[in-house]
T-cell receptor, first 112, second 119 residues
Framework: DVKVTQSSRYLVKRTGEKVFLECVQD?????MFWYRQDPGLGLRLIYF???????EKGDIPEGYSVSREKKERFSLILESASTNQTSMYLC???????????FGQGTRLTVV | AQKVTQAQTEISVVEKEDVTLDCVYE???????LFWYKQPPSGELVFLIR??????QNEISGRYSWNFQKSTSSFNFTITASQVVDSAVYFC????????????????FGQGTILTVHP
């Protein structure tokens, strides 16, 4: 069974903290993605990666960075968390043959 | 730029009713992929269907069916005889193809439609 696992379901952080959201996939997929989900806006792409140590900005990269040191792991970093980054964060991966993306269970982040 | 519009924010039906979720897309690509995902209360998006831009055949899978019409840039989803377990948020998404004709998996999503099926 294919699996994308996000390290936390719920997180509460303070304004100004550095926040790490971790994502691991066990499907040997080349492509990994971080999306943000907000009511009425659907999912918006923050960053994606096509290969180890490679990253590309998505539609809303401001205030975020990413790291992909190993093929199976893709981390999203909030350098200095702000209240407008309170949201649901979803990680996904996709491979060459199966073009659909597989999603993790999501991390609901609250910044206070 | 690509865009996906799901005009229906929320739909409420009674069990056993048929319901259609609308999806309209915009893209300049000639090769693209369309998807539907279901997000139950647990939060994880579940893949339902993929359709490429060259395949306009409609598809049926059990109580689910999809109608792809390139002429109107629409990819609508119908649930026949709805059930309470169908209650979820449904997303339509569009993916651009790379030079090889396969999708990176980079998806542009619609706003989502919240479907509530009452007993």
């Amino acid at each position: 069974d294919v699996k994308v696992t996000q390290s936390s379901r719920y997180l509460v952080k303070r304004t100004g903290e550095k926040v790490f959201l971790e994502c691991v996939q066990d499907m040997d997929h080349e492509n990994m993605f971080w999306y943000r989900q907000d009511p009425g806006l659907g999912l918006r792409l923050i960053y994606f990666s096509y290969d180890v140590k490679m990253k590309e900005k998505g539609d809303i990269p401001e205030g975020y960075s990413v790291s992909r040191e190993k093929k199976e792991r893709f981390s999203l970093i909030l350098e200095s968390a702000s209240t407008n980054q309170t949201s649901m964060y979803l990680c996904a991966s996709s491979g060459g043959v199966y073009t659909e993306a597989f999603f993790g269970q999501g991390t609901r982040l609250t910044v206070v | 730029a690509q865009k996906v519009t799901q005009a229906q924010t929320e739909i409420s039906v009674v069990e056993k009713e048929d319901v259609t979720l609308d999806c309209v897309y915009e893209t300049r690509d000639t090769t693209y992929y369309l998807f539907w995902y279901k997000q139950p209360p647990s939060g994880e998006l579940v893949f339902l269907i993929r359709r490429n831009s060259f395949d306009e055949q409609n598809e049926i899978s059990g109580r689910y069916s999809w109608n792809f019409q390139k002429s109107t840039s629409s990819f609508n989803f119908t649930i026949t005889a709805s059930q309470v377990v169908d209650s979820a948020v449904y997303f339509c998404a569009l993916s651009e193809a790379n030079a090889g004709g396969t999708s990176y998996g980079k998806l542009t999503f619609g706003q989502g439609t919240i479907l509530t099926v009452h007993p």
